[in-house]
């Protein structure tokens, strides 16, 4: 059975409490009614709870099965890279200068490597899209000229430009996160919607809700208990 809705979560970094916070405004929104949750990568670095966020989102994806889907972002990559027994150097370094410190923190870590076999095994397998009727989620964004299948995982996970200045339909409404919005406020546009609005960086998480196969959002709902519509 479809749900009846559906919420998208923006970039988290590690801010467990927002989190919180917002899945609980998420579920007064709600009302009882069946939910599918996505949540569009980057649960790691930067902020404080990186382990908290990751245990949590382990324990909804096993209680409530489709009804959570997990994908994967950059940040996820990057720490299974430096997690990686044969990794170098660099991919040790690039983790670390993108708030890996905060992350080994959270874990009581000294290195990647000590980090829990379930939690890198949870990353290294999550998927890059998911697709329904009328949206297209992703965290970096897509190559418009490009079908689905032939999309590169650099481009899904890293990719700004050409894709945010474009004004091309790609048929789906692109829902995706991994560039900040300077306003600080989701970017809504008629072929894409940014939902990272810098949690991490004093900004609010940010979830947008959908009722049936809608393309465009009935609302958009932060941690600082802003219920907007659309």
Not at 62 to 73: A, E, N, P
Not at 146 to 166: C, G, K, M
Not at 212 to 223: A, E, N, V
């Amino acid at each position: 059975m479809t749900p009846s809705l559906t919420f998208a979560i923006g970039d988290i970094h590690g801010c467990f409490d927002k989190l919180q916070t917002l899945l609980a405004l998420c579920e007064i929104v709600r009302g009882g009614e069946s939910a599918r949750f996505i949540f569009i990568g980057d649960y790691v670095d930067r902020g404080p709870d990186s382990r908290q966020v990751v245990d949590f989102l382990i324990r909804q994806q096993s209680d409530q099965g489709s009804h959570v889907i997990c994908l994967r972002g950059n940040h996820e990559t990057m720490l299974v890279r430096a997690a990686d027994k044969l990794r170098s150097d660099r991919d040790l370094m690039t983790w670390w200068r993108n708030g890996g410190e905060q992350t080994l923190d959270s874990y009581g870590a000294d290195d990647p490597s000590e980090l829990p076999a379930e939690h890198i095994s949870w990353m290294k397998q999550l998927p890059l899209v998911h697709e329904d009727r009328q949206r297209l989620f992703v965290h970096a964004g897509i190559r418009l000229d490009v079908p689905l299948a032939l999309q590169s995982e650099e481009d899904l996970l890293w990719i700004r430009e050409p894709f945010l200045s474009s004004k091309d339909d790609y048929g789906l409404l692109v829902v995706h996160g991994h560039t900040p919005t300077t306003s600080r406020q989701p970017d809504l546009r008629a072929n894409r919607l940014n939902l990272d609005t810098g949690a991490c960086f004093g900004g609010p998480l940010t979830a947008a809700a959908w009722s049936g196969s809608r393309r465009r959002p009935m609302m958009f709902i932060t941690d600082a208990g802003e219920i907007v519509r659309v």
